[in-house]
């Protein structure tokens, strides 16, 4: 499987990236030369999805590096610190990011050669993203038989990762052995990855997708020969709960409701085993302008309530299966996860 454009990459010693708030329309390459350019990407969703937040986290710290010696300054340990703290206040839901970071710092406290070992470090998070996307589709495509059709919710592709995507992987995968599957995509709103990203990619890379607003997955799941609904995650609890795009948890209850099986495709640096359950997970909180004024124009009356939160957690029983670089974890998934867990994250 090979993609034929780049969510991020490391080029003249800057963070550059496929501008995703411009997509579908205008393919327009951002590129981040200080940590603060970093952190705006991250937050207005230039770069967005919980790996590629990670590995642009620990591309962001290699910049702010830079640019604290290029005003002259000898870069310590503490200086890492205070970039890693800047960095994680971007966003609060996906784990990747803090893992990213914390990778980030490890490397900083034992270093004699920080810069040098933070962009080898960072690389390595880059190309270890790549690796474990291709085995989470490895896996999960074993799931698929030819003339499937799936739903997907988000974006959870390679727009979402530095390789080919974590759900959508999936679908790369059984595509690339030789299985035909089809694709519903939620539009999902507010800010329509679904629409503006998977559907992009999704076509980009010769998959037939078809669009649907949020509200219409019911009637597919009802009237479509839906095989299965694949999304990502962005932080899965160590009871299998597991936080992604708002509209995912009443997503999986519809699934339920039909008899169509609910899988969420993740790396292991999306395990959050220090959150016993889902509940813990931090939700994010977004701009009610995304919700009021998302579409171009003014869609609510001046002055009322909007309440916007970009995730929700589906229940752990809702999820068959939760489909890993290392394996696809089964309830319980107290047991599953844990035992995945403590397998190490790089292939
Ligand atoms: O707000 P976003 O676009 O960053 O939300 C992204 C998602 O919810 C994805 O499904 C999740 O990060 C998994 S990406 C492989």
Redesign the pocket.
């Known amino acids: 499987m090979s993609l034929d454009f780049r969510t991020l990459w490391w080029e003249d010693d800057a963070l550059q990236m496929l501008d995703q708030t411009l997509l579908p329309q205008e393919e327009q390459t951002l590129v981040c030369r200080t940590k603060e350019d970093v952190w705006e990407a991250i937050k207005r969703?230039s770069v967005?999805?919980?790996?590629a937040?990670g590995v642009a986290a620990a591309y962001g710290v290699v910049v702010g590096a830079l640019q604290a010696k290029t005003s002259g300054a000898v870069l310590t340990r503490e200086m890492v610190e205070e970039i890693c703290d800047y960095l994680a206040s971007s966003r609060p839901t996906?784990v990747n990011l803090f893992w990213a970071l914390d990778r980030m710092r490890k490397i900083a406290s034992e270093s004699h050669d920080i810069l040098n070992d933070l962009l080898a470090e960072a690389k390595t998070i880059h190309q270890q993203d790549q690796d474990i996307c291709r085995r989470i589709g490895e896996h999960g495509q074993t799931l698929l038989s030819n003339g499937q059709t799936v739903i997907t919710h988000?974006?959870?592709g390679a727009l979402?990762?530095s390789g080919q995507?974590?759900?959508l992987s999936v679908i790369y995968a059984a595509a690339a052995a030789g299985k035909e599957i089809a694709v519903y995509t939620d539009e999902t709103r507010p800010?329509l990855?679904g629409s503006r990203l998977s559907a992009w990619e999704l076509q980009r890379c010769g998959v037939h997708a078809t669009v649907i607003c949020d509200n219409m997955a019911a009637t597919v799941l009802r009237d479509k020969d839906i095989a299965m609904v694949i999304?990502?995650?962005?932080r899965v609890a160590a009871n299998g709960d597991a936080a992604?795009?708002i509209g995912t948890y009443g997503l999986a209850i519809l699934a339920h409701e039909h008899g169509v099986p609910f899988y969420v495709a993740a790396p292991i640096s999306t395990l959050d085993m220090s959150l016993e359950h889902g509940g813990l997970i931090p939700i994010e909180e977004r701009d009610p302008k995304e919700i009021y004024e998302g579409m171009g124009r003014v869609t609510a009356p001046e002055g009322v309530d909007v309440f916007n939160p970009?995730?929700d957690v589906t229940p752990a029983k809702y999820i068959k299966g939760i489909i890993t670089e290392h394996g696809i974890a089964a309830p319980p998934y107290v047991e599953s996860l844990a035992r995945l867990a403590s397998m190490s994250p790089a292939p």
Do not use: S, V
């Open positions: 969703l967005r999805g919980a790996p937040i996906a988000c974006n959870a979402a990762t995507g974590t759900a800010l990855q999304t990502g995650a962005d992604n795009k970009a995730f």
